[in-house]
């Protein structure tokens, strides 16, 4: 088998779809081992362009969101079987957005306004104010196969198949291991971020448009419940490179701590940095990273946000 | 005010108490900015010792489990003020231990038999295997103050105030930032580990007796609500040199998705490094590191396990 990184299979914008459903004919058959290519709108469906104002998320038609570009039928994929998934490449646009979208997000009953910031992606950092600068780490939030279960299932949450994973170290040179539940896998992939912290709290990354390719392998050899990944090497190696400041969140319920930790980083960054709440709440889910830092000393557990203070040097 | 660091006071591994109490007197007065050295018993008191074998576990009294050493009197703190614990040193002793305590865990349902691993800590590595080591990062679980409530409250869980945080990244270098509730502050500390993943996920790290020095500063300029902290540099720097392996856990609640992935990890574990089940539990303990991938895209949230593969390079 020849592993070539040269695409054998172009997938165009257009060719997407709204829901995990194996009843939707795939857009191509490849060979075990194909990379593929795919040229992605973002999250939004292209609802959102770089010169959109707060009004788009006003009208923002949620029907249409999250769409993912496939599906691929892989030969020789059965149910039981794991598909392997190298993520190869991605390259965002050269814009990107993230939004405050009333009802949804961690703090959603904190935030009942629409928000919009507009990015610039300029070699490989993204400007949130004078200042502030994101170092892209680009990924795909949803990657995911087509469930056995017959029907539409909604790309919004994630499930054992993959969907609407999030997971900011599933970077370039990432290998991601999903269980095949019908016959071809059905792979399909969207959901392009530039950056995200762990916990993606607001609910938006820096979402822009995307390219990718991956290569698509049959593993008859390997079973998996729900997905693995083996990441590219140390993890988040453009943030992780001087100190950071961290907020605990304590309580009897992770989510509870979630959210105390994430509250307790806006007003750091709002007494620090002269964010707005608004801002620095959308900072938090591009930068911070939530970590559970210990989940066995009951009845209180520790969920703790994690900021690089990397992101202030200039 | 000068900030040498040669500590004005010393605490021995006897001076120690079961409770976070104000009423406990202080063993000692400093001036804000002094620095003080504590040597400590591991979090059993000295029930476990470098010959211990499992029956140590069976026969362990928990009524003497988590003492912490002080109280220190700190000058000039009062209720409001926030006292700034600079981590300076930490220097674990040449054996730790790691146990599974049955009752206790996250996955203490599935695991009801007692075990324990004894460690040697050799130039700053613990081998748990051949082939498989673990670089140690030693920190203190438990810092924290006098609670403003009367009475005893336990050292198992951590509170607002600290106490058992059992939070991996506050190695030496560390600044950690404690809300102060009782005049004086009432330092203690105790609970040493010469390493630990995020999660902590049996419920025990790699303890063990440890010599620390902290320098402790009233911040009448700072308020915090809840521990929060800066670190010494970039996160977990021994283990973040290469690739991790990954295991999600996705279920509509974080604990359940916690035990997913933990339950995925140990089965890694088993498949393709020969260990045992409960072996793995504990080495997730004491290297897995959990962190929340996503947590807006309901209904279902995502925890992974991420194992750093470097314990495997020798």
Not at 183 to 202: F, K
Not at 286 to 304: F, G, H, M, Q, R
């Amino acid at each position: 088998m020849t592993h070539s990184l040269a695409p054998t299979i172009h997938v165009a914008r257009e060719q997407s779809h709204l829901a995990w459903d194996n009843s939707i004919a795939p857009i191509a058959r490849v060979a075990s081992g194909a990379a593929v290519a795919f040229d992605m709108l973002d999250a939004a469906g292209g609802q959102i362009t770089a010169d959109s104002t707060v009004v788009a998320i006003e009208t923002l038609d949620f029907a249409r969101v999250d769409q993912v570009n496939g599906p691929i039928f892989v030969e020789g994929a059965e149910p039981g079987d794991t598909l392997q998934i190298e993520l190869l490449e991605f390259q965002p646009a050269a814009w990107g957005w993230t939004a405050l979208i009333p009802g949804f997000g961690l703090l959603a009953d904190e935030f009942p306004q629409p928000a919009l910031n507009i990015w610039s992606l300029v070699d490989g950092w993204a400007e949130f104010a004078p200042g502030i600068r994101v170092p892209l780490a680009p990924f795909c939030g949803e990657v995911g196969l087509a469930p056995a279960e017959a029907g539409p299932h909604s790309t919004i949450p994630p499930y054992r198949h993959g969907g609407n994973m999030d997971t900011r170290h599933l970077t370039a040179g990432a290998t991601l291991y999903l269980p095949v539940e019908v016959p071809g896998a059905l792979y399909s992939m969207g959901d392009g971020h530039a950056a995200q912290g762990d916990g993606e709290v607001c609910g938006t990354a820096i979402e822009t448009p995307m390219r990718a390719t991956v290569r698509l392998t049959v593993r008859k050899d390997l079973r998996v419940e729900a997905p693995e990944f083996q990441t590219a090497g140390p993890l988040a190696a453009r943030t992780n490179v001087g100190s950071f400041y961290a907020a605990d969140g304590i309580a009897p319920d992770l989510m509870e701590a979630a959210r105390k930790a994430i509250r307790a980083m806006i007003a750091y960054l709002q007494r620090t940095r002269g964010l707005s709440r608004e801002q620095a709440y959308m900072l938090c889910s591009v930068a911070v990273d939530l970590k559970i830092s210990e989940i066995v000393d009951a009845p209180n557990w520790i969920v703790t946000a994690y900021l690089p203070l990397s992101l202030f040097e200039r």
